[in-house]
């Protein structure tokens, strides 16, 4: 099926632990994205990359690094979890209609 | 920098009632994309507009984009319990690389 993939779908950390989350998609898009949703934050962006090769900080890209490893996959590090990272993680890529969300990634550090 | 303030944050109706969100900027808004997501879920697209006093209709849904490019608004007509959710409005600013700026959304509660 067509569309963005994320994985894992639930994980909980230890502070200090590092993780990646992965994203693929699937639709040829060349933009893709890494949000971070909170309760009554809305979505904010970590990272973002506008095409293969490049990569940008977006609003709060501290405590995290990308890598845009080919046009289908962008993956978000965590190198030293902290609790201030719990939060629900999502990535999406951009086509002509709008973005493409994954499912998500709901990460608990404690 | 410009916000995009999004209100109400909560809204609760009882089935069949009308239903509107607002997105308001203190200065011209560019692109307009409005989203849904479901809870538990992640955001769906719904629609883009892009020019100002646009209107456009997807059943119940009508989307408006306000003359002057500083607000836009989605109005559901006789909410179903399927309009459960929170809604989001975002402004790309202008951006060629596609980056969203996201208003905090308004949750949605439908009543049987």
């Known amino acids: 099926n067509a569309g963005v993939t994320q994985t894992p779908k639930f994980q909980v950390l230890k502070t200090g632990q590092s993780m990646t989350l992965q994203c693929a998609q699937d639709?040829?898009?060349?933009?893709m994205y890494w949000y971070r949703q909170d309760p009554g934050m809305g979505l904010r962006l970590i990272y973002y990359?506008?095409?293969?090769?490049?990569?940008d900080k977006g609003e709060v890209p501290n405590g995290y690094n990308v890598s845009r490893l080919n046009k289908r996959e962008f993956s978000l590090r965590l190198e030293s979890a902290a609790p201030s990272q719990t939060s629900v993680y999502f990535c999406?890529?951009?086509?002509?209609?709008?973005?493409?969300f994954g499912s998500g990634t709901r990460l608990t550090v404690v | 920098g410009q916000q995009v303030m999004q209100i109400p944050q909560y809204q609760h109706v009882q089935e069949g009632e009308d239903f509107t969100t607002y997105c308001n900027s203190s200065?011209?808004?560019?692109?307009i994309q409005w989203y849904k997501q479901r809870p538990g879920g992640h955001p769906v697209f719904l629609i883009q507009?892009?020019?100002?006093?646009e209107v456009k209709k997807q059943k119940r849904l009508t989307f408006q984009f306000g003359e002057a490019k500083k607000n836009s608004s989605l109005h559901i007509t006789a909410t179903q319990t399927t309009d459960v959710g929170t809604y989001f409005c975002?402004?790309?600013?202008?951006?060629?690389?596609?980056?969203?700026?996201f208003g905090r959304g308004t949750q949605l509660t439908v009543w049987p």
């Open positions: 999406a890529s951009m086509g002509v209609d709008g973005y493409t």
């Open positions: 639709m040829n898009h060349n933009s």
């Open positions: 990359s506008a095409s293969e090769g490049t990569t």
């Open positions: 200065t011209t808004l560019s692109n």
């Open positions: 507009l892009v020019k100002s006093g």
């Open positions: 975002a402004d790309d600013r202008g951006s060629t690389l596609g980056r969203l700026y």
